[in-house]
């Protein structure tokens, strides 16, 4: 009796490593790093995208958390309710055409169609390219040669940034 006990113990065991190990290859089998074959633009330890002469939101790198802390023109972007800094993982800058509407300030944004700009991750600043066929369909990022960007696990903030306007990377 003790023999069976033990070996159906040890078929659930392995039965339920096993399909541990295949969920893991399943949900991460999509994830990717940048790859050797990639060459950044630059190792950045901070990024500047100034929108006006009120306006720059910067970031900079902490390698030891691995993530980009927000700041707004100069100070820490800090959440209201729990006083920290606001920090991201990825941030892709996506470069737009856009216009004055009014006297007011307000901004047209052409999201839609094609432009350059940049995916921001692990201390790496890569050029890539945005397309976007309609205002309801997804924006599709790609390397400059083609490849497919696929974002680094972690939180994602998507800068829109005017045409005109060039990215300081430090």
Same mark, same amino acid.
């Given at each position: 009796?003790?023999?069976?006990?033990?070996?159906?113990?040890?078929?659930?065991?392995?039965?339920?490593?096993?399909?541990?190990?295949?969920?893991?290859?399943?949900?991460?089998?999509?994830?990717?790093?940048?790859?050797?074959?990639?060459?950044?633009?630059?190792?950045?330890?901070?990024?500047?995208?100034?929108?006006?002469?009120?306006?720059?939101?910067?970031? *900079?790198?902490? @390698?030891?958390? $691995? =993530?980009?802390?927000?700041?707004?023109?100069?100070?820490?972007?800090? &959440?209201?309710? +729990?006083?920290?800094?606001?920090?991201?993982?990825?941030?892709?800058?996506?470069?737009?055409?856009?216009?004055?509407?009014?006297?007011?300030?307000?901004?047209?944004?052409?999201?839609?169609?094609?432009?350059?700009?940049?995916?921001?991750?692990?201390?790496?600043?890569?050029?890539?390219?945005?397309?976007?066929? *309609?205002?309801? @369909?997804?924006? $599709? =990022?790609?390397?400059?040669?083609?490849?497919?960007?696929?974002?680094? &696990?972690?939180? +994602?903030?998507?800068?829109?940034?005017?045409?005109?306007?060039?990215?300081?990377?430090?």
């Amino acid at each position: 009796n003790n023999l069976f006990t033990c070996s159906v113990g040890f078929i659930v065991n392995f039965f339920i490593l096993s399909i541990s190990f295949s969920i893991f290859l399943f949900l991460f089998k999509n994830f990717s790093y940048l790859s050797s074959d990639i060459n950044p633009t630059s190792w950045p330890n901070s990024v500047s995208l100034k929108y006006s002469n009120y306006q720059t939101v910067s970031y *900079t790198y902490d @390698s030891e958390n $691995k =993530y980009y802390l927000r700041s707004m023109n100069g100070k820490p972007h800090t &959440d209201k309710s +729990t006083d920290q800094q606001l920090h991201y993982k990825n941030i892709i800058v996506e470069q737009v055409f856009n216009k004055l509407l009014d006297n007011d300030g307000r901004q047209d944004l052409e999201t839609e169609g094609n432009g350059s700009g940049y995916y921001i991750t692990n201390g790496y600043a890569l050029p890539i390219k945005w397309e976007k066929d *309609t205002r309801t @369909s997804k924006t $599709k =990022y790609t390397y400059e040669d083609g490849t497919e960007v696929k974002v680094n &696990d972690g939180n +994602t903030f998507i800068q829109i940034l005017p045409a005109t306007q060039t990215p300081e990377i430090n």
